[in-house]
């Protein structure tokens, strides 16, 4: 099967890019390296579109990697063409420090818990040393700390304790901060408040199989198993990475950093195929918290940047994590000398009933004229974990032309320890005895690359607005009328804008150089996002400058290739100040002044919710969700779902030969009556 060029690399080419790396370093005098990403360098659109729509040759296939060298300040990156087997770009930076991956995090616990000095604080704590093997930590990228800048690789230690290995430790957080420098193991700091808190006595929290029973006597068994069948199959076809489903098409994608990427969605228009987006991903992510005590200004993962949703990915269960008639696809990475392994199951496939597609019944012969039409939706997925919080990402794709994104956020809340008597407000909430969880925010930037009915896309914004003229008027005389406001974003400066829930703002995706046949509109995808909030941390903040597109709801800049991430490549232990050799969304949107009207565009969008913790939330958080959709207008002539064969119809002249007719299906049932009915038809 002949690769796609947007496929992930394969254990074979990781294996050799590794191999290709190694050799160039050896044979120019280089210290030993480590891996910290080989993953693959996406051809440029230019060089996509030529061999897609114009058969030109196959794009080379290319690795980009990440390494550090032995007592080298920095990282190393370059660029390896597999085609040939040479490396053909590299660069040394010295002032910038690569991704945590989880073999750097699982590092952390081993050496916290020999530490001289950390076995110290936790007697002052309360914990002997008999029982350092109850003690564990979260190991965090260090965000941006002054005294030591981006000159060592750091990660900061969040510290907890276990009564034993089943206990959840975050009803036992403590109160001492180790620094360790991920390259030397040792640890050079620890950070302690001036303010000694113990550790707490309380019983842990638990909220496994054991714990439940101790709590409540066992589960409810009130829930009965509900079973997801398919008897026909699924709907979809995929062949390699490239999937098919009701009329859409396209490329899926995964890498170390953004985990799934949706590439060239084109939609089957009876026909006449035509481009949606070139590609679709979760680009960056904050989630900043709002105490101001040192060190927990510290608190503000970048955990796309700094930890990657691709490494942190979860292999996927059956029946669990997905439920029903399932496709998978496993995740590709290299360790840290350069072998290939998996992550199985990293992405999931498959449908779901989504309720009605559409209905219309007609109260004239008592609702017998009829039309009901059932939809399903189709799900791409993926879940990482980042320390204590689970974040679920469901991509989802509807039979009327709209996609979607869902983020489902879970797990457990990031706490600290509270002395007896102490308030935890107003920067977080007392969850449990002793436990404080801290305000909080997670905050998403969206990458969308449109290309809506082909080259050349416009981006604007439509905002409800009261028609201007007064009451009494010879135009508005009584006062109803209201129209859609129209703003096109003729420059970059125009684009940088902010939610208005009051007008109900939503933003155009459109074709300028094409017409609606009927509406005489332009053919448009409209961005519905209605959670919204920006960061609350101040301008000029940590926070604020290293998610500088955190402060605004969209912001858009013309197409260049590699301009992917807006807090720029290198995220982990950047202070946000800008330079000339560090490009972010910053250095993209510059003076403002580039033109963004009938070109190549790319929407940065901020997404999210702010988190004020409850005990509701503890020990185990339920799952949030966040919703934002993309849905077509002017695209089609009419409803583009017509076509979905209906659940049941029944015409006027129908209902008149056949008066009251029921409505049954073979699979639903009466709750409480054992007689089953016939499939939804005549």
Same mark, same amino acid.
């Given at each position: 099967?002949?690769?796609?060029?947007?496929?992930?690399?394969?254990?074979?080419?990781?294996?050799?890019?590794?191999?290709?790396?190694?050799?160039?370093?050896?044979?120019?005098?280089?210290?030993?390296?480590?891996?910290? *990403?080989?993953?693959?360098?996406?051809? *440029?659109?230019?060089?996509?579109?030529?061999?897609?729509?114009?058969?030109?040759?196959?794009?080379?296939?290319?690795?980009?990697?990440?390494?550090?060298?032995?007592?080298?300040?920095?990282?190393?990156?370059?660029?390896?063409?597999?085609?040939?087997?040479?490396?053909?770009?590299?660069?040394?930076?010295?002032?910038?420090?690569?991704?945590?991956?989880?073999?750097?995090?699982?590092?952390?616990?081993?050496?916290?818990?020999?530490?001289?000095?950390?076995?110290?604080?936790?007697?002052?704590?309360?914990?002997?040393?008999?029982?350092?093997?109850?003690?564990?930590?979260?190991?965090?990228?260090?965000?941006?700390?002054?005294?030591?800048?981006?000159?060592?690789?750091?990660?900061?230690?969040?510290?907890?304790?276990?009564?034993?290995?089943?206990?959840?430790?975050?009803?036992?957080?403590?109160?001492?901060?180790?620094?360790?420098?991920?390259?030397?193991?040792?640890?050079?700091?620890?950070?302690?408040?001036?303010?000694?808190?113990?550790?707490?006595?309380?019983?842990?929290?638990?909220?496994?199989?054991?714990?439940?029973?101790?709590?409540?006597?066992?589960?409810?068994?009130?829930?009965?198993?509900?079973?997801?069948?398919?008897?026909?199959?699924?709907?979809?076809?995929?062949?390699?990475?490239?999937?098919?489903?009701?009329?859409?098409?396209?490329?899926?994608?995964?890498?170390?950093?953004?985990?799934?990427?949706?590439?060239?969605?084109?939609?089957?228009?009876?026909?006449?195929?035509?481009?949606?987006?070139?590609?679709?991903?979760?680009?960056?992510?904050?989630?900043?918290?709002?105490?101001?005590?040192?060190?927990?200004?510290?608190?503000?993962?970048?955990?796309?940047?700094?930890?990657?949703?691709?490494?942190?990915?979860?292999?996927?269960?059956?029946?669990?994590?997905?439920?029903?008639?399932?496709?998978?696809?496993?995740?590709?990475?290299?360790?840290?000398?350069?072998?290939?392994?998996?992550?199985?199951?990293?992405?999931?496939?498959?449908?779901?009933?989504?309720?009605?597609?559409?209905?219309?019944?007609?109260?004239?012969?008592?609702?017998?004229?009829?039309?009901?039409?059932?939809?399903?939706?189709?799900?791409?997925?993926?879940?990482?974990?980042?320390?204590?919080?689970?974040?679920?990402?469901?991509?989802?794709?509807?039979?009327?032309?709209?996609?979607?994104?869902?983020?489902?956020?879970?797990?457990?809340?990031?706490?600290?320890?509270?002395?007896?008597?102490?308030?935890?407000?107003?920067?977080?909430?007392?969850?449990?005895?002793?436990?404080?969880?801290?305000?909080?925010?997670?905050?998403?930037?969206?990458?969308?690359?449109?290309?809506?009915?082909?080259?050349?896309?416009?981006?604007?914004?439509?905002?409800?607005?009261?028609?201007?003229?007064?009451?009494?008027?010879?135009?508005?005389?009584?006062?109803?009328?209201?129209?859609?406001?129209?703003?096109?974003?003729?420059?970059?400066?125009?684009?940088?804008?902010?939610?208005?829930?009051?007008?109900?703002?939503?933003?155009?995706?459109?074709?300028?150089?094409?017409?609606?046949?009927?509406?005489?509109?332009?053919?448009?995808?409209?961005?519905?996002?209605?959670?919204?909030?920006?960061?609350?941390?101040?301008?000029?903040?940590?926070?604020?400058?290293?998610?500088?597109?955190?402060?605004?709801?969209?912001?858009?800049?013309?197409?260049?290739?590699?301009?992917?991430?807006?807090?720029?490549?290198?995220?982990?232990?950047?202070?946000?100040?800008?330079?000339?050799?560090?490009?972010?969304?910053?250095?993209?949107?510059?003076?403002?002044?580039?033109?963004?009207?009938?070109?190549?565009?790319?929407?940065?969008?901020?997404?999210?919710?702010?988190?004020?913790?409850?005990?509701?939330?503890?020990?185990?958080?339920?799952?949030?969700?966040?919703?934002?959709?993309?849905?077509?207008?002017?695209?089609?002539?009419?409803?583009?779902?017509?076509?979905?064969?209906?659940?049941?119809?029944?015409?006027?002249?129908?209902?008149?030969?056949?008066?009251?007719?029921?409505?049954?299906?073979?699979?639903?049932?009466?709750?409480?009556?054992?007689?089953?009915?016939?499939?939804?038809?005549?």
């Amino acid at each position: 099967m002949t690769v796609h060029p947007l496929d992930q690399l394969s254990h074979e080419e990781i294996n050799k890019a590794s191999s290709v790396v190694l050799d160039y370093f050896s044979t120019n005098g280089h210290n030993a390296i480590s891996f910290n *990403t080989i993953t693959l360098k996406e051809p *440029t659109k230019q060089d996509y579109l030529a061999w897609k729509e114009k058969g030109e040759a196959l794009p080379h296939r290319v690795a980009y990697y990440v390494a550090v060298e032995a007592d080298i300040k920095g990282v190393h990156e370059g660029l390896v063409d597999l085609n040939i087997g040479s490396v053909y770009e590299t660069k040394s930076l010295e002032n910038f420090q690569p991704m945590l991956t989880v073999a750097d995090l699982s590092d952390v616990e081993e050496f916290v818990r020999k530490d001289p000095n950390v076995i110290e604080q936790c007697k002052i704590s309360g914990i002997p040393e008999a029982e350092m093997h109850n003690v564990y930590c979260d190991p965090w990228a260090i965000g941006y700390d002054e005294r030591w800048g981006s000159t060592r690789r750091l990660q900061q230690a969040l510290m907890y304790y276990r009564s034993n290995e089943d206990d959840s430790q975050y009803s036992h957080p403590l109160d001492f901060c180790p620094i360790l420098d991920a390259n030397t193991k040792e640890i050079i700091y620890i950070d302690i408040p001036s303010r000694r808190r113990p550790l707490s006595k309380f019983k842990h929290a638990n909220f496994h199989t054991q714990g439940i029973k101790e709590k409540y006597g066992g589960f409810r068994d009130s829930s009965k198993t509900i079973s997801i069948s398919q008897p026909n199959g699924v709907s979809f076809t995929i062949d390699g990475s490239v999937l098919e489903w009701s009329n859409f098409k396209f490329h899926i994608g995964f890498n170390n950093r953004e985990g799934i990427v949706l590439s060239d969605i084109t939609y089957n228009d009876h026909g006449n195929v035509r481009p949606l987006f070139y590609r679709l991903s979760l680009a960056e992510m904050i989630v900043p918290y709002g105490c101001p005590d040192f060190p927990h200004q510290r608190k503000h993962a970048l955990d796309i940047g700094e930890y990657g949703a691709g490494f942190m990915t979860n292999p996927l269960k059956l029946g669990c994590d997905c439920k029903g008639v399932i496709h998978y696809l496993d995740a590709h990475f290299a360790d840290r000398h350069g072998k290939a392994f998996s992550v199985p199951n990293a992405v999931c496939i498959h449908e779901e009933d989504d309720g009605l597609l559409y209905k219309h019944s007609d109260f004239r012969d008592e609702f017998q004229t009829t039309i009901v039409t059932r939809a399903t939706k189709l799900i791409v997925s993926q879940i990482f974990t980042a320390a204590n919080y689970e974040y679920c990402l469901y991509w989802n794709f509807h039979q009327d032309g709209t996609i979607g994104l869902d983020v489902k956020l879970t797990g457990i809340l990031n706490t600290y320890v509270l002395a007896d008597g102490e308030d935890a407000g107003p920067w977080g909430t007392q969850v449990y005895p002793l436990v404080n969880a801290h305000n909080h925010q997670h905050l998403f930037a969206l990458r969308v690359h449109p290309r809506i009915d082909g080259d050349g896309n416009s981006i604007g914004m439509s905002d409800g607005t009261a028609y201007e003229a007064p009451i009494g008027s010879k135009e508005n005389f009584y006062g109803n009328g209201f129209y859609c406001k129209k703003t096109t974003f003729e420059k970059v400066k125009d684009s940088l804008t902010q939610a208005n829930a009051s007008t109900g703002r939503t933003w155009d995706f459109f074709n300028p150089n094409k017409k609606n046949a009927y509406s005489g509109k332009p053919p448009s995808y409209k961005l519905v996002s209605n959670m919204t909030p920006t960061a609350l941390s101040q301008e000029g903040s940590w926070v604020c400058k290293r998610a500088p597109w955190s402060t605004r709801t969209v912001q858009v800049v013309p197409y260049k290739d590699d301009r992917f991430y807006p807090s720029g490549k290198f995220v982990t232990q950047w202070s946000g100040e800008q330079s000339d050799d560090y490009e972010n969304i910053v250095t993209w949107i510059g003076d403002g002044e580039d033109n963004i009207t009938n070109t190549d565009l790319v929407m940065f969008h901020t997404f999210g919710l702010t988190h004020f913790p409850a005990p509701e939330d503890f020990p185990l958080m339920p799952s949030e969700p966040i919703s934002l959709i993309m849905r077509p207008r002017h695209f089609f002539l009419e409803n583009p779902a017509l076509d979905v064969k209906p659940s049941y119809v029944m015409t006027t002249s129908e209902a008149t030969k056949q008066p009251l007719a029921e409505i049954e299906d073979k699979v639903s049932r009466l709750a409480f009556d054992s007689a089953k009915g016939e499939c939804c038809g005549k």
